[in-house]
């Protein structure tokens, strides 16, 4: 009989938060823990014999005669650790006593903290998305910013765990990041006060298209209650009569593996898996659904560069077996899937144990999953946050001018340019917006009209109109 892996996919829904870094982990329970090792032969066992003792040579030789003490427990973890990063894969992870129980802490209700979840990526930290209404999301951040400093200390060195607690804090205190991101010519720098952020997931309306009732389903995450939610608010837009339905994925990191599978069988038919659990020796076991008929609407998702693991499994699966439309920009492409298993002394090691395929048995592994309508949002929902610390003026040449003309340019205002250099065109814009916004009309940018220019955009982001992914997978349901 198949054996049911209830694990966490992907390392990528880290919530920073105080007292925890919330995953959505699972654990195996009995039976999934009784499953058969692979067979060791005398020579694997005596060779496994020998190189532990290699190690408590090792180990005795630093006890007895290195230059300073060591504490025993320091050079067992730095073993353990020495032994995980051979493996060079970001998602396998030894935690200590302590971090073990951070990790499985507010596992169903809030965290204090930023709201971002991040990972560790070619040697990178990096935000996989920032979650809807938290501080990470209202200061800017985006998916694939790269964090190189908390507080003014570099990240270097430092793993996943020892970063997301740097960032963590309690609520009301103020965390400073130091940001790469793709297409800005230098590091930029954010101030983020740390908020309750609550552990909600699921947000539906719905949508008026061409007089039709269509009805709209987010997920920000997948954790314990999302299935439950996700079939509730199904319901009570089936209740209203909609005639096609959007799940929305975008900027969802992903969470459980078993609650992704439980919205699946809501959606998608028996006759293909929806997803294929692959071991180390290419075994590969198919899962399958036992809905018989599929919804009588069409659905389409919305998909981007922050969409991972389970949502990419969502995605897949809807595509694959019920051809059902993406929409939106390539994935992150996360197509592994992690265990933690617990060790004797309450830490645990986070191992990366299965790749999983999608029904028609790709790996989207650091490749992704591309839309089927292909969607890019306008510029402006890309522009840099613009942190202006003395006034912009005529001639300056900036990335802060940059920003500021790109702002500009989003609202209508034509600066005539975008490349950093403030002419007097660009002069003219900031002007115009100034006499609308109703303060003193210079032509500089100063702190008052750059904050002014990043909530006019916010605003115009926020307007659902704008939103073109949305607009298009609207129009995709005819």
């Known amino acids: 009989m198949k054996k049911?892996?209830?694990?966490?996919?992907?390392?990528?829904?880290?919530?920073?938060?105080?007292?925890?870094?919330?995953t959505g982990i699972k654990w195996m329970d009995s039976r999934e823990q009784?499953?058969?090792?692979?067979?060791k032969g005398e020579n694997d066992i005596s060779m496994i014999s020998a190189h532990l003792e290699k190690v408590e040579q090792v180990y005795r030789l630093i006890q007895e005669a290195y230059v300073e003490k060591v504490e025993s427990e320091q050079l067992v973890q730095g073993a353990i650790q020495g032994m995980i990063g051979t493996l060079k894969d970001p998602y396998s992870v030894y935690m200590d006593k302590e971090t073990a129980e951070q990790f499985n802490e507010h596992l169903d209700s809030s965290f204090e903290g930023i709201g971002a979840q991040v990972t560790i990526e070619n040697g990178k930290l990096v935000i996989v998305a920032p979650i809807k209404n938290t501080p990470a999301e209202k200061v800017g951040l985006k998916p694939r910013d790269q964090i190189i400093k908390i507080n003014g200390e570099s990240i270097e060195g430092l793993d996943l765990y020892e970063a997301t607690n740097k960032i963590r804090g309690e609520?009301?205190?103020?965390?400073?990041?130091?940001?790469?991101?793709?297409?800005?010519s230098k590091p930029f720098q954010v101030e983020i006060t740390r908020e309750e952020v609550p552990i909600l997931t699921v947000f539906s309306e719905i949508k008026e298209s061409d007089g039709k009732k269509i009805g709209y389903l987010e997920i920000t995450s997948f954790s314990e209650g999302t299935a439950r939610d996700f079939r509730k608010e199904l319901a009570k837009l089936e209740e209203k009569k909609i005639?096609?339905?959007?799940?929305d994925v975008r900027?969802?990191?992903?969470?459980?593996?078993?609650?992704?599978?439980?919205?699946?069988?809501?959606?998608?038919?028996?006759?293909?898996p929806y997803i294929q659990i692959e071991e180390r020796n290419g075994n590969k076991s198919p899962y399958f659904s036992n809905?018989?008929?599929?919804?009588?609407?069409?659905?389409?998702?919305?998909?981007?560069?922050?969409?991972?693991?389970?949502?990419?499994?969502?995605?897949?699966?809807?595509?694959?077996?019920e051809g059902y439309h993406l929409v939106g920009v390539r994935t992150f492409g996360k197509g592994t899937v992690q265990q933690a298993i617990p060790l004797e002394d309450g830490s645990n090691v986070k191992l990366t144990m299965f790749k999983w395929l999608t029904?028609?048995?790709?790996?989207?592994?650091?490749?992704?999953?591309?839309?089927?309508?292909?969607?890019?949002?306008?510029?402006?929902?890309?522009?840099?946050?613009?942190?202006?610390?003395?006034?912009l003026v005529r001639d300056m040449?900036?990335?802060?001018?940059?920003?500021?003309?790109?702002?500009?340019?989003?609202?209508?205002?034509?600066?005539?340019?975008?490349?950093?250099?403030?002419?007097?065109?660009?002069?003219r814009a900031v002007k115009a917006f100034q006499s609308v916004e109703k303060i003193p009309v210079t032509g500089k940018v100063d702190p008052k009209t750059a904050a002014r220019l990043e909530a006019a955009i916010m605003k115009r982001i926020e307007d659902e109109r704008n939103d073109l992914q949305l607009q298009v997978s609207l129009k995709a349901l005819k």
Request: proline residues 6%.
């Open 359 to 391: 029904p028609e048995g790709n790996w989207i592994h650091d490749k992704g999953i591309e839309p089927t309508i292909e969607v890019t949002q306008p510029e402006y929902y890309y522009a840099h946050s613009l942190n202006v610390e003395k006034q």
């Open 34 to 39: 009784e499953r058969p090792p692979e067979t």
């Open 171 to 184: 609520k009301g205190t103020v965390v400073t990041l130091d940001i790469i991101r793709k297409g800005a």
């Open 4 to 22: 049911r892996w209830l694990a966490i996919i992907a390392a990528f829904s880290f919530f920073v938060g105080v007292g925890g870094t919330y």
């Open 251 to 272: 900027g969802n990191p992903g969470g459980m593996l078993s609650s992704v599978e439980e919205i699946l069988q809501q959606l998608v038919t028996d006759k293909k």
């Open 397 to 427: 040449n900036s990335e802060e001018v940059k920003i500021a003309q790109q702002l500009l340019a989003g609202l209508g205002y034509g600066p005539g340019r975008t490349d950093g250099y403030f002419d007097g065109q660009t002069e």
């Open 243 to 247: 005639k096609g339905l959007v799940i």
């Open 291 to 321: 809905l018989k008929q599929r919804k009588p609407y069409p659905i389409t998702v919305l998909i981007d560069e922050g969409s991972a693991s389970a949502s990419e499994i969502l995605a897949g699966a809807l595509n694959e077996v």
